[in-house]
């Protein structure tokens, strides 16, 4: 079992930063793969990044390549997501997730979800 807490969200202009963090509870974090997705109301959740259980691959949606770095601590049990040079299409409701299988930009593969934080970015 992983308990997911999402942190860091905010509003924003258009071209300032943002880094999202994601607190895991629970055993073995380390066994997890974890992404980011982003979601607007009446849409499907988007991933936008994933990591493997080591930090070693990564994944990144096209819209968001060069711009937002997935990162991870297994020893202090989070993930972050730093996201420069935002766009007003980069607003939604971001969430974390872990999967036990490895990353993949799948987002029924996750067994475990945060609540989400939001993110607006204003032109």
């Known amino acids: 079992q992983v ?4 942190s860091g969200g905010g509003s924003v202009q258009v071209g300032e930063s943002l880094r999202l ?3 895991a509870s629970g055993r073995c974090f380390n066994n997890y793969a974890v992404g980011w997705f982003r ?3 009446g ?6 990044a ?3 259980r080591d930090g070693g691959t990564t994944i990144y949606a096209d819209s968001v390549k060069g711009r937002f770095t997935i990162s991870r601590d297994n020893v202090k049990n989070m993930v972050h997501l730093q996201m420069n040079a935002l766009k007003p299409e ?8 872990a999967n036990s299988r490895g990353p993949t930009s799948i987002a029924n593969y996750y067994d ?6 939001q993110v607006t970015v204003s032109s």
């Open 39 to 41: 979601q607007l109301p």
């Open 3 to 6: 308990q997911l807490v999402e």
């Open 43 to 48: 849409t499907e959740r988007q991933s936008v």
């Open 90 to 97: 980069d607003t939604a409701y971001y969430y974390c997730a």
């Open 21 to 23: 963090s994601c607190a």
């Open 112 to 117: 475990y979800w945060g609540q989400g934080t």
């Open 50 to 52: 994933t990591i493997s």
